[in-house]
T-cell receptor, first 115, second 109 residues
Framework: DAGVIQSPRHEVTEMGQEVTLRCKPI?????LFWYRQTMMRGLELLIY????????DSGMPEDRFSAKMPNASFSTLKIQPSEPRDSAVYFC?????????????FGSGTQLSVL | GENVEQHPSTLSVQEGDSAVIKCTYS??????FPWYKQELGKRPQLIID?????GEKKDQRIAVTLNKTAKHFSLHITETQPEDSAVYFC????????FGQGTILTVHP
């Protein structure tokens, strides 16, 4: 298995533009997580899905952020409009949840820079 | 929700010494405690984990201890090597992982 695949690896955009980050979880995993990492705030959980259903989105900063998981093999995190303070590394992670949380496998991350 | 505190924020040791990183958590219902290692520019990767029904777990030079009464757990690395230099994160969960702020470990040759 290729692991969790994220795209793009790097994204540079201007303030006000829409940004879409993509994630393909490991085949067979039923839980998917979006994290944001910054020096100041560390690793923050934004939202997680179980069996394609959003379970907890309490970490989503504001209405500018939205996430979808239309099927078991694909998820998107969208920021519209983007702001400079959104600059961070965004990680997607997946796991197999069989009643007990199993270990998370992280993607390579998307380095987002909003100018 | 869960709150995880991690100490120290930076740790510098000489090659061959031991390193200890400590974490405390707030939610007594948390039952899974993993540790992740993140090298510069890379993704976090699991190095060891422990569940609440176990007090200690060891994997070669790495060990984790858990004190559920005190709600703290620790990572122990023995015989440190320069390639152990990285950022280490602890996490706790009852349903979703909450990470500590990370410890930058530097191992000097």
């Amino acid at each position: 298995d290729a692991g969790v695949i994220q795209s793009p690896r790097h994204e540079v955009t201007e303030m006000g533009q829409e940004v879409t980050l993509r994630c393909k979880p490991i085949s067979g995993h039923n839980s998917l997580f979006w994290y944001r990492q910054t020096m100041m705030r560390g690793l923050e959980l934004l939202i997680y899905f179980n069996n394609n259903v959003p379970i907890d989105d309490s970490g989503m900063p504001e209405d500018r952020f939205s996430a979808k998981m239309p099927n078991a093999s694909f998820s998107t995190l969208k920021i519209q409009p983007s702001e400079p303070r959104d600059s961070a590394v965004y990680f997607c992670a997946s796991s197999l949840d069989r009643g007990l949380l199993e270990k998370l496998f992280f993607g390579s991350g998307t380095q987002l820079s909003v100018l | 929700g869960e709150n995880v505190e991690q100490h120290p924020s930076t740790l510098s040791v000489q090659e061959g010494d031991s390193a200890v990183i400590k974490c405390t958590y707030s939610d007594s219902a948390s039952n899974y405690f993993p540790w992740y290692k993140q090298e510069l520019g890379k993704r976090p990767q699991l190095i060891i984990d422990i569940r609440s029904n176990v007090g200690e777990k060891k994997d070669q030079r790495i060990a984790v201890t858990l004190n559920k009464t005190a709600k703290h757990f620790s990572l122990h690395i023995t015989e440190t090597q320069p390639e152990d230099s990285a950022v280490y994160f602890c996490a706790a969960t009852y349903g979703k992982l909450t990470f500590g702020q990370g410890t930058i470990l530097t191992v000097h040759p």
